[in-house]
């Protein structure tokens, strides 16, 4: 019993974090149909930077995010106009930012070689004290607690945005329909450009807490988090920001029921569950159809 | 009646990869004018209105707009200068309610911040028959519904010039009727309407003048009475002389 509960916040933690982690990919693909395959490098980005914070100005964290995200923010808003207007001018934006940002993914990874060389990195647990805390009879670091806190956060903050501002009333409209929302006054340009660059703040947010929850940053954990962030918002649904926690939920839960009872299929389990959601319901669990093109 | 030019298009030309969908159109529309734009399938009547409404970029020739030249302006600085349109396949904001799509037209669809935002959306509604539906999502109208919320929310964005694509299609005579009586109430808010139309009865009802578009070209424009009779019209709509 005391395994089943143990499995049981453990899971909850990380679907927290998951949610953080996908939650921009999601945005930027339900606003712009572009598939930013560089997702992960720039939660890497960001860890990075959480790190030298931690090292060299003892910023937890929590801190950090001061610095993380306005400038992952800016970083978005200005990669934004030379990339994504030229994609969505292509006869195939979705295809055409495949190519693109997979890229991106390996000139960033080649750069963080470059600056941060192949070593793992992570954060020292000890920043947050107690190191741990009992939640629901199950003792787990004090590290988890504050990722999952800051993640839901996180994604409340982007509710807020979505459903109590004018920005995400476009925001809305836009990823309902491109073409009614510009008919109707929408500037695409600046509700995308905003999206994007809320996009790489929030990965950026997820990176500074990788390394706290058992992801040691390295140049090549990029590709983990992209991998995992795109199963999450397919099970969620793609283009549904808010689907991203079901899809979270989903995959963390899978991920660490198996791992507490079958650890050898704990990599696999969750990748089943995604290709039984693409067969049986392959808009995502809380998709409203299958995508139109 | 007809004043000076509002709307003006001058050798406009849209391809798409080797394929003319409109061909050195030029055609013009004054205040106060509402000109019913005919053809037949294909002709390019729904790629103008694309092209007017910034949907699509011309590839060549003039559009302006009140004296202003609008090529390559973006469609939201287009609705925000006064050119709206209406869809020829209604897609309402389906996650929102039938109010809520109009708000989005009242908010974002002109400049400037409205203060009269609860009767500007009420009296919209109610001119288009959607008082009752308007807590109502947008995903539960009918096809007639759907198509007057489109038109609600052009008409939220308090156009100069509304482009209307056939807002007729697919209804029966009734609605028909009730749609041209609603298009010549919306005439007298407007600077100028352009009306995209299959349906001849129902374009008669709301102007006289047409243009008739072939193949990406103005075959004709002037009355609807003469067009009716005119050989290149006839030729396209009926057939050649001694075609089966």
Same mark, same amino acid.
């Given at each position: 019993m005391s395994l089943f509960v143990d499995a049981f916040v453990?899971?909850?933690?990380?679907?927290?974090?998951?949610?953080?982690?996908?939650?921009? &990919?999601?945005?930027?693909f339900g606003v712009m149909r572009i598939v930013n395959l560089a997702h992960g490098e720039f939660l890497v980005m960001g860890s990075y930077l959480a790190i030298a914070l931690a090292i060299h100005y003892g910023f937890n964290p929590v801190l950090s995010l001061a610095v993380v995200v306005p400038l992952f923010f800016a970083i !978005?808003?200005?990669?934004?106009?030379? &990339?994504?207007?030229?994609?969505?001018?292509?006869?195939?934006?979705?295809?055409?930012?495949?190519?693109?940002?997979?890229?991106?993914?390996?000139?960033?990874?080649? &750069?963080?070689?470059?600056?941060?060389?192949?070593?793992?990195?992570?954060?020292?647990?000890?920043?947050?004290?107690?190191?741990?805390?009992?939640?629901?009879?199950? %003792?787990?670091? %004090?590290?988890?607690?504050?990722?999952?806190?800051?993640?839901?956060?996180?994604?409340?903050?982007?509710?807020?945005?979505?459903?109590? %501002? !004018?920005?995400?009333?476009?925001?809305?409209?836009?990823?309902?329909?491109?073409?009614e929302a510009m008919a109707n006054g929408v500037n695409i340009n600046r509700v995308s450009a905003v999206a994007f660059g809320f996009s790489i703040a929030l990965a950026a947010a997820a990176g500074s807490f990788s390394s706290l929850i058992s992801y040691p940053t390295s140049p090549s954990i990029g590709d983990t988090f992209t991998?995992?962030?795109?199963?999450?918002?397919?099970? !969620?649904?793609?283009?549904?920001?808010?689907?991203t926690v079901l899809g979270a939920v989903v995959f963390a839960y899978?991920? !660490?029921? %198996?791992?507490?009872?079958?650890?050898n299929w704990s990599s696999i389990?969750?990748?089943?569950?995604?290709?039984?959601?693409i067969l049986a319901r392959p808009q995502g669990l809380l998709g409203r159809k299958a995508r139109e093109f | 009646m007809e004043g000076e030019v509002i709307l003006s298009l001058q050798?406009?030309?849209?391809?798409?990869?080797?394929?003319?969908?409109?061909?050195?159109?030029?055609?013009?529309?004054?205040?106060?004018?509402?000109?019913?734009?005919?053809?037949?399938?294909?002709?390019?009547?729904?790629?103008?209105?694309?092209?007017?409404?910034?949907?699509?970029?011309?590839?060549?020739?003039?559009?302006?707009?009140?004296?202003?030249r609008i090529n390559g302006m973006s469609p939201h600085r287009r609705s925000h200068l006064g050119i709206n349109r209406t869809f020829q396949i209604p897609h309402p904001f389906h996650g929102l309610t039938v109010r809520e799509n109009v708000d989005i037209a009242l908010l974002f669809g002109r400049k400037g911040r409205r203060t009269d935002m609860d009767q500007a959306a009420e009296d919209i509604l109610k001119l288009t028959g959607l008082s009752d539906q308007s807590g109502q999502m947008a995903s539960s109208l009918n096809t007639g519904q759907k198509k007057m919320l489109d038109l609600a929310k052009a008409l939220a964005t308090e156009p100069k010039v509304l482009l209307v694509d056939e807002l007729a299609a697919g209804l029966n005579a009734a609605e028909t009727d009730v749609v041209a009586n609603l298009l010549n109430q919306v005439k007298k808010s407007v600077e100028g309407m352009v009306i995209v139309?299959?349906?001849?009865?129902?374009?008669?009802?709301?102007?006289?003048?047409?243009?008739?578009?072939?193949?990406?070209?103005?075959?004709?424009?002037g009355k609807f009475a003469d067009a009716v009779s005119d050989p290149k019209v006839m030729e396209v709509y009926l057939g050649t002389k001694g075609s089966p």
């Open positions: 453990t899971s909850m933690l990380y679907a927290a974090f998951f949610s953080l982690a996908a939650l921009g &990919l999601n945005l930027v !978005g808003l200005l990669l934004y106009y030379p &990339l994504v207007p030229r994609l969505q001018r292509s006869d195939d934006p979705e295809m055409s930012s495949f190519i693109l940002f997979f890229g991106v993914s390996f000139a960033m990874e080649g &750069l963080a070689v470059q600056f941060f060389g192949n070593n793992y990195q992570e954060m020292n647990y000890a920043l947050f004290r107690p190191l741990h805390l009992n939640l629901l009879n199950s %003792t787990v670091p %004090t590290a988890w607690v504050v990722t999952a806190a800051v993640s839901v956060a996180a994604i409340v903050a982007v509710y807020l945005y979505l459903y109590r %501002t !004018g920005l995400g009333l476009k925001t809305r409209a836009l990823m309902i329909n491109r073409d991998l995992i962030s795109f199963a999450i918002i397919i099970i !969620g649904a793609l283009g549904n920001p808010l689907a899978a991920y !660490g029921y %198996t791992d507490i009872y079958l650890p389990v969750p990748f089943i569950i995604l290709i039984a959601v | 050798g406009v030309t849209k391809r798409f990869g080797s394929m003319e969908a409109l061909s050195r159109v030029s055609l013009s529309l004054g205040r106060g004018q509402t000109l019913g734009l005919i053809g037949p399938n294909g002709s390019g009547k729904t790629t103008l209105i694309n092209v007017v409404s910034g949907l699509l970029y011309a590839d060549a020739g003039t559009l302006s707009f009140l004296g202003r139309e299959h349906v001849m009865n129902f374009i008669r009802k709301v102007t006289e003048d047409v243009a008739v578009l072939d193949a990406g070209r103005v075959i004709f424009s």
